[in-house]
């Protein structure tokens, strides 16, 4: 049964600070994996989607990162923000998504 | 487009009553899914539909009932509702199981 870990399960630092999240699945045999975004109370907004085939996707000051062999992926915020602040979840797909638990994020100004 | 749309935002039900969750999608996709959302337990599958007229289960299904008459529309019963179904539901979609999803807004569920 697949398993996908994030780590840390919550996260402050200061504004401006490059950061990364991590994420670990037990499974490699994924077709993607897919980074999300979700403010208090609300839905789930897609950041990036990075195919098995892929080693990284980037997007603005977003950049992750897939090495399916060690079932790992890293999403990396540059220049964080306090707008960053939000929980962001990684997925990973084969047929169906299975999600880790989140990685609370707090950016101070 | 508008996406993924779900109704109601807000629903309180009484133990044992009986409602349906809405879930539709104007991107033509044949794969939707519902999933919960619980503290501590992350997101979880409940059903999920490949195409019209194809349903599966996922991996908590007992106390919900779906059916996909149409490729737009995949709503989710609940027949007898309990506490333990107090949650935030979210339908989702894609082109295929394999491809990228896309979330609706989500029903805040309680059940007294």
Known sequence: KQEVTQIPAALSVPEGENLVLNCSFTDSAIYNLQWFRQDPGKGLTSLLLIQSSQREQTSGRLNASLDKSSGRSTLYIAASQPGDSATYLCAVNHEKLVFGKGTKLTVNP | ?112
């Open chain 2, 1 to 112: 487009n508008a996406g993924v749309t779900q109704t109601p935002k807000f629903q309180v039900l009484k133990t044992g009553q009986s409602m349906t969750l809405q879930c539709a999608q104007d991107m033509n996709h044949e794969y939707m899914s519902w999933y919960r959302q619980d503290p501590g337990m992350g997101l979880r599958l409940i059903h999920y539909s490949v195409g019209a007229g194809i349903t599966d289960q996922g991996e908590v299904p007992n106390g919900y009932n779906v059916s996909r008459s149409t490729t737009e529309d995949f709503p989710l019963r609940l027949l007898s509702a309990a506490p333990s179904q107090t949650s935030v539901y979210f339908c989702a979609s894609s082109y295929r199981g394999g491809n990228e999803q896309f979330f609706g807004p989500g029903t805040r569920l309680t059940v007294l």
